[in-house]
């Protein structure tokens, strides 16, 4: 029979350090094996994640349309599908248009402020050919959005929204919301003439 004394060393021990993880994969010298720490790692970084998003946005998935403003609209049933793709690829050819052109993002959240900078004084001529491209997709783009009814408003709200990820316009009042799927419309329709275009000139060359 134990002392109390031997009680009390033997029940601060127990405390000491973290308790041991049950259903451990280890080795035979119980070790713990490194896949599997690995795995339970990810799972307790996703399930801390899943819980900040469930408490800041209302939401319980997994889906990467939840990270951003314009997916979480999605995942409302406020946009369709084809709208948010439209917006996604608005975005990332606003965000290629930065990139190549040595723009900083608008998005402070985005920026890394230390690389921020244009590009060389000396470029390939590849890579001006590149800038070219992007800057007429962007502009054909901005053309197509200001080209909208309240064209303006309807640019401003899609940039927000696509670009600025603003989190605030997720709960947007209906009017804005107008000006949004106008400018998704818009973009729908445009995105659907290029790959049209592009097919044919395929298809030509064949």
């Not at 985005?110 to 590849?126: K, L």
């Not at 919301?177 to 592009?198: I, T």
Request: hydrophobic share 35%.
């Amino acid at each position: 029979m134990m002392s109390k004394a031997q009680k009390l060393r033997a029940k601060r021990k127990a405390q000491l350090g973290r308790p041991r993880k049950s259903n451990a994969e280890r080795f035979a010298c119980g070790k713990i094996k490194p896949d599997w720490s690995k795995r339970e790692s990810e799972k307790e970084a996703m399930a801390v994640a899943l819980a900040a998003r469930k408490r800041m946005h209302g939401l319980e998935t997994s889906s990467c349309f939840a990270g951003y403003t314009l997916g979480r609209l999605f995942l409302d049933g406020r946009i369709t599908e084809a709208q948010r793709a439209a917006g996604d690829d608005y975005g990332r050819v606003m965000a290629r248009y930065y990139h190549l052109t040595g723009i900083p993002f608008p998005s402070i959240r985005a920026q890394a402020i230390d690389r921020v900078q244009g590009h060389p004084a000396e470029t390939t001529e590849e890579h001006h050919r590149q800038i070219k491209r992007a800057t007429e997709r962007m502009m054909r783009l901005d053309g197509v959005l200001l080209g909208c009814d309240e064209g303006r408003q309807v640019k401003t709200t899609v940039f927000n929204v696509c670009v600025m990820d603003y989190e605030g316009l997720r709960m947007m009042p209906e009017a804005q919301l107008l000006w949004l799927k106008r400018g998704l419309n818009a973009l729908v329709f445009e995105k659907g003439l290029c790959d049209y275009g592009e097919r044919d000139h395929l298809l030509a060359q064949e």
